[in-house]
């Protein structure tokens, strides 16, 4: 029976190279020169730090650039709320979502079940399997799920046939 496997996964090596080219470039900009802006990278979180709210938005569009050049969704960031950290600067933590959340894989489920197509979703763990008796059931199955709009970046891998 041919299947294939939803999953949701960002390349945190790729992630660590975009963050350090990132680095970089604030080390040579005359606009942050004196400043005490940068960008970590560690277990799936980045951290941003700046000195104020424009220099915060610099470094996040800085970030989202070399996400781009190095292929990186930037839909797969959380980018939460800036807080204020020490000697006035600001901080901003921006996490790497890893497999698909419960509450997704629950609508892409309900979602492809109310389209009344002859595949099967099962739900195992970060990630969906859908399997079916035709492969043209499952081809359409993709393209149901990439008409949903989902805004984190989802791959369709270990097609079987």
Do not use: W
Request: with cysteine.
């Amino acid at each position: 029976m041919p299947s294939f496997d939803v999953v949701s996964r960002t390349e945190l090596p790729e992630v660590d190279n975009a963050v350090q080219g990132a680095m970089r470039e604030i080390g040579t900009r005359y606009d942050f020169k004196g400043s005490n802006c940068s960008v970590e990278h560690a277990d799936g979180v980045v951290t941003l730090r700046a000195d104020d709210e424009f220099k915060l938005k610099q470094v996040q569009d800085l970030l989202r650039t070399y996400l781009a050049r190095r292929k990186v969704d930037a839909g797969a960031f959380d980018f939460a709320k800036p807080e204020p950290a020490s000697h006035n600067t600001l901080r901003q933590t921006v996490t790497v979502r890893q497999g698909i959340e419960r509450e997704l894989a629950q609508k892409i489920v309900k979602a492809v079940k109310g389209a009344k197509m002859k595949v099967q979703v099962a739900i195992q763990g970060d990630e969906l399997r859908v399997s079916g008796k035709k492969r043209d059931d499952l081809q359409a199955a993709i393209a149901l799920i990439k008409d949903l709009g989902i805004e984190q970046p989802l791959q369709y891998v270990n097609f079987r046939d």
